[in-house]
């Protein structure tokens, strides 16, 4: 990683003197900052994949009756498949901060690429850990995984704030973060497919692990840091992105108001909002295949099938979604800020409604059970036009550092949530004990947006640049002293004779 990147500095101009700047569209209809969006959902598509290989791999591994039976069959039980499943995010957790303030000092691009090749290559490990090591080795590997996928997030954050023009931040965010979605379908789909298959549960690692190690090879060679480090960039796109950003790059080192940060309002609104929406997104993604494999009695390629089911209907609704968010914000029908709680809202009372639903869904009623869960998931997806971009909403020049520390605690209840399910739902035939899972996430579904509905902004706050703000106050301690002088040679007028 280049040493230019620890004291580059970003400063964004306020949204009212952007607005007075023309940013003119690039001739070109796809452009650099698609390429790079492409590439970064690509990316972000083969991390989900490795995320999820388990959800519907485990059950292959632990019930040969339900895929291939000429595969090894591990007998682990329930409490052993959800420490395997939670294992992600032991490693997860540890590294947001720590990838978040890489990432923004010495650069994203990188540090994205070597995090996708480690996640494919411990991945392609796990069928000979499984074998000749237990299922502890495939934990530690799980968690290695997640130790280098906790810079994920905050690396792409980077990237967007860089890259995304405020007119096209809600979809191209959008369309990078719904990769992931579709790489749930993907895997999901493929996973039960592969399991059942001649090939059996291995090669879903092996294919998976593949794939990631080809992506990271890719996006390290044709990604790029920022419109000023793409050396074929034309000219009018890189001009529009930067008039857009309201982009100004020095050899200034940007220090980050870390007190200020934890101590923003807005910043703990959001923070609350994305904990309680990774508690509902993990609960449901690592749960759904045991849920609808033990209350339904569907077969592995069924379960992989119905799973994958409601996150295809996400990625497809993602488009319009997105599209119609930036345009209520571009004719003025919305402010940002109201569309960012509008979508927020979609994204999460919705889903916890069709959870309660499904919660009093019998057991001779699947396509009940079916609808409600692609209800939940897919309506989830407004929250990439919510709360998933207040980040740069709040600070462009720290949205790296935000999505760090927000993630991090987001994501103790990414660990808690299959942890909790497994204390909650004893009995995983019975309707009775999923109702109380399900209602519990409805709960906290519905309290975190209520707290960013409340406590949100989309105003860039005054921290953002505390440069300029030294700047400002040091240029007002000179003026004043210029007046004093000026003042003491008035009540002096000898002194000038």
């Known amino acids: ?107 994203a691009h990188k540090l994205y690429a070597l995090a996708q090749f480690v996640c494919g290559f411990v991945t392609l490990l796990i069928p000979l850990l499984a074998k000749y090591c237990g299922w502890e080795a495939v934990c530690a590997s799980r968690v290695i995984a997640g130790l280098f996928q906790g810079v994920i ?90 008039t857009s950003l309201g982009i100004m790059e020095t050899e200034e080192k940007l220090p980050t108001p870390w007190i200020k940060i934890l101590t923003s309002l807005p910043m703990w609104a959001l ?17 759904t295949p045991a849920y609808i494999a033990a209350v339904f009695r569907f077969d592995i390629k069924q379960n992989g099938m119905l799973t994958s089911l409601p996150y295809l209907t996400a990625w497809l609704l993602s488009f319009p979604v997105s599209y119609v968010s930036d345009l209520l914000i571009k004719r003025k029908i919305l402010t940002l800020q109201a569309s960012r709680k509008l979508c927020n809202t979609i994204g999460q009372w919705i889903p916890a409604a069709a959870l309660i639903g499904l919660g009093y869904v019998s057991k001779d009623q699947p396509s009940i059970a079916v609808a409600l869960l692609v209800i939940a998931v897919s309506s989830n997806i407004a929250i990439y036009c919510g709360h998933n971009v207040n980040h740069m909403d709040l600070s462009p020049n720290f949205a790296g550092p935000l999505m760090g520390i927000t993630n991090t605690a987001a994501n103790v209840c990414s660990i808690l949530a299959p942890l909790t399910a497994s204390v909650i739902v004893k009995d995983s035939t019975s309707v009775e004990q999923w109702r109380n899972i399900f209602i519990l996430s409805a709960i906290i579904y519905f309290l975190g947006n209520l707290t960013f509905v409340i406590f949100g902004t989309s105003t860039i706050q005054t921290w953002n640049d505390p440069v300029k703000k030294e700047k400002k106050t040091l240029s007002s301690l000179e003026n004043g002293h210029k007046q004093k002088e000026k003042d003491l040679d008035n009540m002096n007028p000898g002194k000038n004779m």
């Not at 990147?5 to 023309?22: D, F, G, L, N």
């Not at 000429?70 to 294992?87: A, H, L, M, P, T």
């Open 153 to 242: 997030l905050p690396c792409i954050h980077t990237l967007l704030s860089k890259w995304a023009p405020v007119e096209e931040r809600g979809r191209l965010s959008t369309f990078v973060y719904a990769g992931g979605w579709i790489g749930n379908v993907i895997c999901l789909l493929s996973s039960g497919l592969l399991s059942a298959s001649s090939l059996g549960w291995p090669s879903c690692f092996y294919i998976w692990g593949g794939i990631t190690i080809a992506s990271s090879v890719l996006f390290f060679f044709v990604g790029k840091e920022s419109p000023s480090e793409h050396p074929n960039i034309p000219q009018d796109e890189k001009e529009y992105i930067e």
């Open 1 to 107: 990683m280049s040493h230019s990147h620890a004291t580059k500095r970003v400063s964004i101009i306020s949204i009212s003197e952007r607005m007075q700047i023309p940013a003119c569209k690039p001739k070109a209809r796809f452009g650099c900052r698609h390429t790079q969006a492409c590439l970064m959902a690509v990316g972000f598509l083969c991390c989900y994949a490795i995320r999820v290989t388990t959800s519907v791999t485990l059950e292959a591994m632990t019930n040969a009756s339900s895929a291939n039976r000429d595969f090894i069959e591990f007998q682990w039980d329930n409490s052993v498949k959800d420490i395997i499943q939670s294992s992600f995010f032991w490693g997860y957790v540890c590294t947001q901060i720590i990838g978040s303030i890489v990432a923004q000092r010495w650069g």
């Open 271 to 287: 923070l609350v909002t994305q904990s309680a929406q990774n508690w509902g997104f993990w609960m449901l993604l690592t749960k």
